[in-house]
Every structure is written in structure tokens, then in C-alpha cells.
């Protein structure tokens, strides 16, 4: 199975990474020229529980690739989805398969432009990994990930694709409910993701916050009357559970979320495909979502002083 890369940041670089230790060819693509060049040039520097080690993948900018690939990997932020897509439509075939595993509500709509849907498999991953320079990523810790075809959990090319994962060393596990998986994390990435950027503390400082219970309670019962609206299944006590259960410090206490972490490195948020999904939902279909519109909105001004300051 020929696979590319698209988006060889912090999780595509773990993902190629692991996935070249199989027999498939893999390729990374990325729009960062310095990045692709010192990946070319020294190979992909990658730091994990085992040590360091220099990963040889061939890299190239999207206008640079030629041929075909059988699968696409897309690991771009949520709002990089559609200019990486535009940019591959030359090498996407009637054969091309799209996984896409990135955090957001919306990215399965923005891939159906450019494939039809039985040629994407989505969903999300607990793997988790950091970008430290061009050529230099961080990859520690366990994870796995939870897929679903948007055509048949029976083709044989799905099937195919989890066991390469299984192969890498990825632990995936075929879904029949991806959807629900989708907006679970995006609806703790609106909690935890957005609170800490904008009160820039930690999740265990937000967790020891005396109104933590209310904010968390404000996102969520906004989610929950999208969900309803859209007939998705959402279940927000248990979500809740899964974002306090990140409080302490033996699990994600001590971890500044990838928002505040994009915030701090002045990159844009991907705050239009988490709170912002549901505050526009919200006014399309009129619903109030008071709370998620004035996080949308106060993530978008901190992003303003940052190319301001
Ligand atoms: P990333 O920022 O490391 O990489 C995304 C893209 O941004 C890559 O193409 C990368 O080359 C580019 N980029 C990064 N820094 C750049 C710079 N300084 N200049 C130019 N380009 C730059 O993103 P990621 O953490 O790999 O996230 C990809 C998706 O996976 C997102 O949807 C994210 O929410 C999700 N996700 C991330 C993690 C994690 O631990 N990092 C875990 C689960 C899901």
C-alpha cells in the first residue's frame, strides 16, 4: 500500500514514522519548506521512550509530488484540510483513500469535496506527540486509534488499512460509531483546549479553578442541543467525566493543551472547528449558544493580539 503523509507535523511525523517500520512506502508532504528540507537532508530526528533515532523518509512539498498514493494520511491542523487537498488534487485518484484522524467537528464535510464519501475513513486518535523544529519531533507514551469507513467497515481495503496500522504498531480499532468518537473529543477539546488558552494555565490549574464545574457545564449543554439538532448521539455526563478524569497530575494535570500551545508559538487555534463548529451551527439553525460563541470570539481576539504585539 503506497501512503503519504499529509502533513508531516508533530502526529503525521509519528505516524509516518511508525508506519515505515512496515513493508508499505511511505512518503511525507508538507507545505513547511524548511521542514521538508531537513527531513530530506538529515532524515526526521525523532525522540521516543526507546531514544533517539533518525527516520529516512523521502519528503516533498505538495506541488513537488508526483504518481499516486493508495492512502493519504492527513495530519494538517483542522483549517490546513482543504489547501492541502487543493494542492494534492493531481495525485488523488478514484482509488485514493483519505484517513483522517485530526481533532474538530467538520473535517469529514470538508473532505467530501474533493472525495466522494466511501473514499474517506475517519476518526481519532490518543496517540499524541510534539514538534520541536524542522526535522525534530517528540514521540513518547501509548496510544491507539479509533476508525470507521464512511463507505463499509467490510471493504476489503479497510480492512486492509487496519492491519497496516495494527502492523505499525498504531493499535487501531474499527468503530461503527465514529461520529460519536468525533464530537467526544472535540466537546473535551472545547473544554480543556479552549479554558486553557484563554486563562493560559494547565489542565490540573483548571481543574482546581472553584467555577471549573459551570464553564465545563456552559460548553457542554450547548453541545448537547447541537448533537440533538443534528440527530448525533452525544452523551455529555460522560464526557464530563472523561475531562475531569484528566484533572490530576499522574494523568494530564501537568499538560498545557496543543491551543494554548499553538497560541504561545502566535500559530492560529483550531478553535472554528471546536466551539466555533457549534456557535455556528447555533446561529444557522437558531439556537443559542451563548457561551460558545463568546469563546470562539475571545480565542480569535488573543489570536489578533498576538500578530498585533
Ligand atoms: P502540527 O502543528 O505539529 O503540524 C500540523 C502542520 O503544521 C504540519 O504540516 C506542520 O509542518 C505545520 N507546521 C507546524 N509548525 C509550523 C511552523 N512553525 N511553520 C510552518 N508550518 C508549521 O500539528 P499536530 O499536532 O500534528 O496536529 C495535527 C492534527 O492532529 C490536529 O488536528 C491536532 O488537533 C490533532 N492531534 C494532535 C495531537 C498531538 O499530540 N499533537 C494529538 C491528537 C490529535
Redesign the pocket.
Known amino acids: 500500500m503506497k501512503i503519504a503523509i499529509a502533513?508531516?507535523?508533530?502526529?503525521?511525523?509519528r505516524f509516518g514514522s511508525m508506519l515505515s517500520t512496515t513493508e508499505n512506502p511511505v512518503t511525507f508532504i508538507?507545505?513547511?519548506a524548511q521542514?521538508v528540507q531537513a527531513i530530506n537532508a538529515h532524515g526526521l530526528l525523532v525522540h521516543t521512550d526507546h531514544g533517539d533515532e533518525r527516520v529516512h523518509v523521502p519528503a516533498y512539498l505538495p506541488q513537488d509530488v508526483h504518481g499516486s498514493f493508495d492512502l493519504i494520511v492527513l495530519?494538517?491542523?483542522?483549517m490546513?484540510i482543504a489547501p492541502m487537498l487543493t494542492a494534492l488534487k493531481p495525485v488523488i485518484t478514484p482509488q485514493t483513500h483519505i484517513l483522517v484522524?485530526?481533532?474538530?467537528i467538520g473535517n469529514i464535510e470538508t473532505i467530501s469535496r474533493f472525495v466522494p464519501k466511501d473514499q474517506i475513513i475517519a476518526g481519532v486518535?490518543?496517540?499524541?506527540?510534539?514538534?520541536n523544529g524542522p526535522g525534530e519531533i517528540t514521540m513518547k507514551g501509548d496510544g491507539g486509534v479509533t476508525l470507521e469507513a464512511l463507505g463499509s467497515n467490510e471493504a476489503p481495503f479497510f480492512k486492509q488499512v487496519v492491519q497496516v496500522l495494527q502492523d505499525a504498531g498504531l493499535k487501531p480499532t474499527a468503530s461503527h460509531d465514529v461520529l460519536a468518537a468525533i464530537w467526544r473529543k472535540a466537546a473535551l477539546?472545547s473544554v480543556l483546549n479552549t479554558y486553557c488558552t484563554i486563562l493560559d494555565c494547565n489542565i490540573g490549574e483548571f481543574g482546581q479553578l472553584p467555577d471549573h464545574d459551570a464553564m465545563i457545564d456552559g460548553v457542554l449543554s450547548e453541545f448537547s442541543q447541537i448533537a440533538a439538532k443534528q440527530h448525533m448521539h452525544f452523551d455529555a455526563a460522560d464526557t464530563k467525566q472523561l475531562i475531569v478524569a484528566q484533572f490530576p497530575d499522574d494523568k494530564n494535570g501537568l499538560h498545557y493543551p496543543?491551543m494554548h500551545q499553538?497560541m504561545a508559538?502566535g500559530?492560529k487555534t483550531?478553535i472554528d472547528f471546536l466551539n466555533g463548529y457549534i456557535a455556528k451551527v447555533g446561529a444557522r439553525k437558531h439556537i443559542a449558544t451563548p457561551i460558545n460563541a463568546m469563546l470562539t470570539a475571545l480565542v480569535h481576539s488573543k489570536e489578533k493580539l498576538n500578530e498585533l504585539q
Open positions: 502533513g508531516a507535523g508533530a502526529m503525521g511525523g508538507d507545505l513547511w521542514h495530519f494538517t491542523k483542522a490546513g484522524l485530526g481533532n474538530g486518535t490518543v496517540w499524541s506527540a510534539a514538534l477539546n496543543s499553538d508559538k500559530r483550531e
